[in-house]
């Protein structure tokens, strides 16, 4: 792997439920147990900084201007006001290299910090940025006829991904969470990607923790509950599956957003939990019987993963990196369009023989995967980045 780089690390979301969060506490936590020299800013509750052995943790706390760009996710555009003092602190610390995950508020800093001290810059690409911002207008122009809705939708996703492509030209070596990300990054940017997916704790998700035995079959969602998740597809899809005559089921879906009231009120069989974490969620996860992700916006999906720990598959679009993760007809089905998503998912419900073999290939799919073979990948990469800047600084 080469030598070990001192990293410091800026993430824009730590404690919050969602991907770039697990994926940062994770690294954080990888560092940590492996002795890595690790700098971590973070937004969180309070203004603070600690050491942790190898690690030192930097909260930084928002302001009054800060606003909510979704549920739970801050954004401060003041934050900036923060650099001179954690600038400082690098100083002190030392890095060889400085790894961003967004064009987020605390990245940003992280990003100044890096062109002021002249270090090499590592980003990785955790959203479609582009995809979540050309659906959120596409639902606020909702009145607009089709052919012209869909154009000028189409016209910002492309606008938006150019930008957020200017961004990552910035870095020296950039990751993504799925192979069809990786090229796409690589062709349009000139830059080396990394492969940058997601493990799985096989311990906490396992099927073992079922407890439900009442004869209702349960099919399970996790994670935000917004529209650019596709999340009312689940009433289209419980229509379609009574339609099937697929046998007696209802819904588990956890996770918070705008679209949670909608779901309330129009779900005519569902449990809705809100946010769950640690053993209150892997115990949600056991008791689903399969797992449906309609979301078609996912870089990569570690919800999916999740279920599969827990001896649940899943039914996911062909869009976006769910489908990567899916064996397709072994731990369960990657559906082409709504049809084919309710086909699949009557088709689990109905053949219990179908189910339980399913259920064990993605266990054991699962089981394989880990966070410390992620990671060295990424520490790989650290050094490719540090080589890419030395060789620019040296010509």
Known sequence: MGRIPRVAFFTDTFEEINGVALTSRQLTDYARRHGHPFFCVRGGPEMRDWKEGNLQHVELKRGALAFELDKGLQQDPMLWRQAARIGQMLEEFKPDIVHIVSPGDVSLIGLQLAKQMKLPLAISWHTNLHDFGAMRFDKAISWAPDPARESVSSAMSQTILAI?????????????????LVQMIHERTGKPVFLMKRGI???????????AHD????????????????????????????????????????????????????????????????????????NM?????????????????????????????????????VRDGV??????SNADFIAHT??????????????????????AESWDAVFEKVYEGYNVGMEARASLDGK
Do not use: H
């Not at 649940?312 to 990196?321: F, K, L, N, W, Y």
């Not at 731990?331 to 082409?336: E, H, I």
């Not at 179908?354 to 259920?359: E, F, G």
């Open 215 to 286: 004869g209702i079959l349960r099919l399970g969602y996790v994670g935000r509950i917004t529209p650019e998740k596709s999340v009312r597809f689940l009433r289209e899809l419980e229509i379609g599956l009574q339609e099937a005559g697929a046998p007696p089921f209802k819904f588990t879906v956890i996770g918070d957003g705008s679209e949670l009231e909608w779901l309330k009120e129009n779900l005519e069989s569902a449990d809705l939990p809100g946010i769950q974490r640690g053993d209150g969620l892997a115990d949600w996860y056991a």
């Open 289 to 325: 019987d399969v797992f449906v992700f309609p979301s078609r916006t996912d870089t990569f999906g570690n919800v999916v993963l999740e279920a599969f720990a827990s001896g649940v598959p899943a039914v996911v679009t062909d869009s976006g990196g769910p489908k990567f993760i």
């Open 164 to 180: 957020v492509l200017a961004f990552y030209k910035l870095g020296d070596v950039l990751y993504a969470p799925n192979d069809e």
């Open 201 to 211: 704790d096989t311990q906490l998700y396992n099927p073992a923790r079922r407890t």
């Open 331 to 336: 731990s369960g089905f990657v559906a082409a």
């Open 346 to 367: 009557a088709r689990l419900l109905k053949d219990a023989e179908l189910r339980r073999k399913m259920a064990d290939a993605a266990r054991q799919q699962a089981c």
